[in-house]
């Protein structure tokens, strides 16, 4: 019976164990309810099982001196069975214990330590597996074994993350690795791994990758080689990484180094850089060629005592050796320099020092430029200077010269009586001269300081400044831009002479000018009322009167008609000259066409009645002008033709000629034209040639002409044929703007 129970106790046990997956606790807590079973007394047994710090009973245990127990050490880790016999006499007597159970619970203690050994054992394994499994997938790489054939197996299914393609066309074999690989990088790879196969050592390599939509990747792959026993290739065993990212990083960085040193190569100041030894770590091309070396590369790991500069090598390095123990910049210091050649150049240096990231000064960096010419001429000047000085010096003008920094070289003395300040002030304050001119003229005299440096061409302005004792003067500026023999801009020559009273005397004149004018029109008006008043009272007189009056007295009357009716019309044209002296420019774009229409319709029947033919240009002609002083000249000329051409008048000529700067216009006639020596003085005012007496006229005509061609930016000029004269009459083709009141000194025109 007894052998029953034990035999049936160890089937479940083994029954029990064989439950990979049930943790141990409650394995051990289901072998411990079932312990009593295999005794023959099971209700007077009770079961008690120690593991790993854990105690699993069953719920009648109470602790005894009847029992059997077995230990055992399983995995570092001491296990104890305990079956102790809880009836009446457990106090009396040995218990009943058999010897049958003697043997089955040293037999219960060896099953339960080979289920914990391989139940140990099994759990490393899981955990290992898991572990792995967790590393595969959190590790920004793929794990591989690869073929000679180019298959692969791989281990992560984020190989599709990458390629596009999924985990089973490479495990299938469907796909190898040489089909993504792009064809020019095949030979590379091949390459590192052949040495890396003859050297029986690691390889990396890096590569492209097409992927399945076509995009191109960058691939790192860090893999071992596997050898058989007989030595031939097993596998090649490793992972792979996806460096795309790192590489277009790396190139955009290798292309911002390229630019930079491009940047320094090009620019033309020389760059170094020394470490805390003073040993170069490196330079520009052009300090390299300065050194007498070929290139940058060939200046690392030199100092200055192996380069042309020997001579100034200890005054250098004192210098890079006090930027860095300071940690101040030194800069804009001028200093020689002996060339390769033996010459010497002088040079304008800047030293700052060169800090890690943590802030630590690393070494000095510093620039220079070449100023050996620029020094020169600086020298040349002041030579030059002291010849002219005195003369300068003694000028009534305040002369003075500004190098191309706007440094002011010299300052004539001439400067204290014009300003109120000294010479000394202006050169050692370059700014005080701009801080004196009047805030109204500041923004012209601005524009002008900044003008073109690249012509020698004089140029002026007029502005006013604070004198320093507060009264207001008006300077007359004059000044010049200077060169060097190389035709480098070196400076600007300038002249300044206090015009305020010219200034002054202007004023009064135009003030005086402007009650001559109101005088003018008061005049006119004056003297046209009364000439209306006189026509119309001998009008009357003639209507009323004249056939009572003899013959003598119509003819009185006729002529007073005659007298009136040309001073009214004096004092028009007199107005209509003053008004296109100061009315304003209204410039916009003329088709010159379209005026002759208008002076074809206007004239015909004077032209008809005469039978003359007016032959104008058969091309279009836009211009920029005033409409209204352009229809003015073309009347006056169409006019003049046909009052002073005389009877053998038959012909008149408009003509249209474009040189680079002026539309020109010319008027012919085959009349009668006007005496020599009349050319200059008929464009005076009321100057009339002689064939013009009878003729009506006032003589301002072609004044008015003259005054409109000036204010166009052209002029009038006539010349006499055989057959007849011809008037020119040109306009610039470069007038911009709108003027204003004031005249044409308001229109800008290029000269």
Same mark, same amino acid.
């Given at each position: ?240 990484? !996806? #460096? $795309?990212?790192?590489?277009?990083? &790396? =190139?955009? /960085? @290798?292309? +911002? ?5 491009? %940047?320094? *190569? ?103 430029? !070449? #100023? $050996?010419?620029?020094?020169?001429? &600086? =020298?040349? /000047? @002041?030579? +030059? ?5 005195? %003369?300068? *010096? ?103 002479? !206090? #015009? $305020?009273?010219?200034?002054?005397? &202007?004023?009064? /004149?135009?003030? +005086? ?112 002008? !005033? ?125």
């Amino acid at each position: 019976m007894i052998e029953e129970k034990c035999f049936r106790l160890l089937n479940e046990l083994t029954a029990l164990f064989q439950n990979k997956h049930m943790p141990i606790p409650e394995v051990l807590n289901k072998m411990t309810s079932l312990l009593p079973s295999g005794w023959q007394c099971p209700d007077t047994i009770a079961a008690r099982i120690i593991y790993d710090g854990m105690e699993f009973t069953t719920a009648n245990y109470v602790a005894g001196p009847l029992k059997q127990s077995a230990e055992f050490m399983s995995g570092g880790n001491r296990c104890s069975i305990e079956v102790a016999y809880v009836g009446e006499s457990s106090n009396k007597s040995p218990g009943p214990f058999l010897p049958e159970e003697e043997r089955l619970i040293n037999h219960i203690a060896a099953i339960l330590k080979l289920y914990l050994d391989s139940r140990k054992g099994t759990e490393v394994l899981i955990k290992s597996e898991q572990n792995l499994k967790l590393l595969t997938a959190n590790v920004p790489a793929i794990i591989f074994k690869g073929y000679l054939d180019w298959s692969v197996d791989l281990f992560d299914d984020k190989v599709e993350e990458i390629t596009g393609y999924p985990r089973e066309v490479f495990d299938s074999r469907q796909l190898k690795w040489s089909d993504i690989l792009v064809e020019e990088d095949a030979k590379s790879f091949k390459e590192i791994f052949a040495r890396a196969l003859k050297s029986r050592t690691a390889c990396v390599r890096e590569f492209r990758i097409k992927t399945r939509e076509g995009e191109i990747k960058w691939i790192q792959d860090r893999s071992s080689i596997v050898f058989h026993e007989d030595g031939k290739v097993e596998s090649i065993d490793g992972i792979f990484f !996806d #460096i $795309t990212e790192r590489k277009q990083v &790396e =190139e955009n /960085l @290798r292309e +911002s180094q390229r630019m930079l040193q491009l %940047v320094m *190569d090009t620019i033309p100041v020389r760059v170094f850089w020394k470490d805390l030894n003073l040993n170069y770590l490196g330079c520009n091309h052009p300090f390299a060629l300065d050194a007498g070396l070929k290139s940058p590369e060939e200046i690392i790991g030199r100092n200055d005592f192996d380069l042309g500069w020997l001579e100034q090598a200890e005054l250098y390095r004192s210098d890079d050796r006090s930027v860095m123990q300071t940690g101040c910049p030194k800069l804009g210091y001028e200093e020689p320099q002996t060339m390769p050649d033996g010459g010497r150049i002088w040079l304008r240096t800047n030293k700052v020092p060169l800090f890690d990231a943590e802030g630590r000064i690393k070494g000095v960096l510093g620039t220079y430029e !070449d #100023i $050996t010419k620029s020094r020169e001429m &600086e =020298e040349m /000047l @002041r030579a +030059s200077e002291s010849k002219y000085r005195i %003369v300068a *010096d003694n000028t009534n003008d305040w002369e003075y010269w500004v190098s191309a920094e706007g440094r002011f070289l010299y300052t004539s003395p001439s400067c204290r009586r014009i300003t109120g300040y000294q010479a000394r002030e202006f050169e050692a304050d370059t700014d005080l001269l701009c801080r004196i001119v009047h805030q109204d003229d500041l923004a012209k005299f601005e524009e002008h300081l900044n003008q073109d440096q690249t012509t020698a061409a004089q140029s002026q302005l007029e502005f006013r400044i604070i004198h320093r004792d507060g009264r207001i003067r008006w300077i007359g500026h004059v000044c010049q831009a200077v060169f060097d023999s190389d035709g480098r801009f070196a400076g600007r020559r300038g002249s300044n002479r !206090d #015009i $305020t009273e010219r200034k002054h005397t &202007e004023q009064a /004149l135009q003030e +005086s000018t402007e009650k001559l004018k109101l005088f003018a029109y008061s005049v006119a008006h004056d003297l046209k009322s009364p000439a209306i008043g006189i026509y119309g009272l001998t009008n009357r007189l003639n209507k009323v009167a004249r056939d009572i009056l003899d013959e003598r007295c119509r003819t009185y009357c006729d002529q007073i008609l005659k007298a009136s009716e040309h001073i009214a019309s004096l004092v028009d044209k007199i107005n209509v000259y003053i008004a296109t002296k100061e009315a304003p420019l209204s410039l916009e774009a003329v088709n010159i066409g379209e005026v002759f229409q208008m002076l074809q319709d206007e004239f015909s029947a004077r032209l008809n009645i005469r039978q003359i033919d007016w032959i104008k240009p058969d091309t279009a002609v836009e211009i920029r002008a !005033d409409r209204l002083y352009m229809l003015r000249v073309f009347r006056n000329f169409l006019d003049n033709s046909l009052k002073y051409g005389g009877e053998r008048l038959t012909k008149i000529w408009t003509g249209y000629e474009a040189s680079e700067d002026f539309h020109i216009f010319s008027f012919s006639d085959n009349g009668k034209g006007f005496q020599e020596g009349d050319s200059e003085k008929i464009f005076e005012a009321f100057q009339r040639d002689k064939t013009s007496r009878g003729i009506e006229g006032a003589g301002l005509g072609l004044t008015i002409v003259k005054e409109i061609a000036e204010q166009h930016g052209g002029r009038v000029w006539v010349e006499r044929k055989e057959d007849g004269i011809t008037f020119f009459f040109s306009i610039s083709k470069y007038l911009h703007g709108r003027s204003t009141p004031g005249g044409p000194s308001s229109i800008s025109v290029r000269q």
